[in-house]
């Protein structure tokens, strides 16, 4: 199951959905609530709830959960509620909490666009900005709510009680996720950790051929 960043949707997942099913493998992307289609109701939203409609999509088998910023949160949170549903963790450029700078963290993203845009309207195949192939639109209002559950989110005291194989996977220049926050990652017991050098809060699109390698052999010592 691949869990995307906030206002993301399937096809940030581009560079991995078709090696994954090459592979043979079934993969799942669930969509955010006020993300596309998808109603959004304030009143119940949390992260944990989110975690609990991710973790009950697994249907009878356990799930390999790849998530990335966002994604990585309720993957933990997934894990944490509902331990017999998960087999494995990978965690892309996220963190156990954030600091109140998240927003303005994003803002940086430009930057890093501005590096490497060439790379991703390649991976699209369309000029301007290449973010607007996967975003999902969801407005304004929506993104506060988000942003708001990611400050108050905390689970850096929680880390040790993961008891399932988790993969840590960090783009070296990610302006997103601040390195002091990402390392407390490695408190997970057994964490293994891939950093990608030159790369940043897109590398799932910028290295995906490292990233689709990275999850291959993790996945296969798990066998």
């Not at 990585?72 to 894990?79: N, T």
């Not at 494995?88 to 954030?98: E, F, G, H, M, V």
């Not at 220049?173 to 809060?201: K, M, N, Q």
């Amino acid at each position: 199951m691949l869990l995307p960043p906030l206002n993301a949707d399937r096809r940030a997942w581009t560079q991995q959905v078709p090696a994954l099913l090459s592979a043979g493998r079934r993969v799942l992307v669930p969509a955010y609530p006020g993300h596309g289609a998808v109603p959004f109701d304030a009143t119940r939203f949390s992260l944990a709830d989110l975690a609990d409609e991710v973790a009950g999509s697994t249907g009878d088998d356990q799930a390999d959960l790849v998530g990335w910023s966002l994604g990585g949160c309720v993957a933990i949170l997934a894990a944490l509620r509902h331990p017999g549903r998960i087999r494995s963790l990978t965690l892309i450029n996220t963190a156990p909490r954030y600091r109140e700078d998240v927003f303005e963290r994003t803002l940086d993203l430009r930057h890093e666009l501005h590096r490497h845009g060439g790379l991703l309207g390649a991976v699209f195949d369309r000029e301007g900005d290449p973010t607007a192939a996967f975003t999902a639109a969801a407005p304004m209002d929506v993104l506060a709510e988000y942003f708001a559950a990611l400050t108050a989110f905390d689970v850096a005291g929680r880390l040790p009680e993961l008891k399932v194989p988790c993969l840590l996977v960090r783009g070296g220049e990610d302006c997103v996720v601040d390195p002091e926050s990402a390392a407390l990652l490695t408190r997970v017991p057994g964490a293994r950790l891939r950093e990608l050098p030159g790369h940043g809060h897109y590398a799932p699109l910028t290295a995906g051929r490292a990233v689709n390698e990275t999850l291959a052999g993790f996945w296969a010592t798990l066998n």
